[in-house]
């Protein structure tokens, strides 16, 4: 099992989280700051089997925006290996 933590622009929430969702990926949601300007941030959590980690991180560049700035990413994105996983 592996996390995926992203963070991305408020901008590309709604159309990565759907696209995530479309292809049965969980997707948790929590708002964020960061950055020079301190601009929105959002941040998505992800938790998938590892075999499935790629096409995440392929839907994340697809539905993500070109920064305009050449100093700005689209994304910047942590892969973590989970211990344990339980829902209650």
């Known amino acids: ?3 995926i933590i992203e963070i991305i622009q408020d901008a590309d929430n709604d159309r990565v989280s759907a ?24 941040t998505l959590l992800i938790g998938t089997e590892e075999d499935r980690v790629a096409r995440a991180l392929e839907i994340i560049r697809e539905t993500s925006t070109e920064p305009k700035n050449e100093n700005e990413k689209r994304a910047t994105v942590f892969v973590v290996d989970v211990a344990k996983f339980t829902q209650l």
């Open 1 to 3: 099992m592996k996390l």
């Open 19 to 42: 696209a995530l969702t479309d292809e049965k990926y969980r997707v948790t949601f929590i708002a964020s700051t960061g950055g020079f300007l301190r601009s929105g941030r959002s």
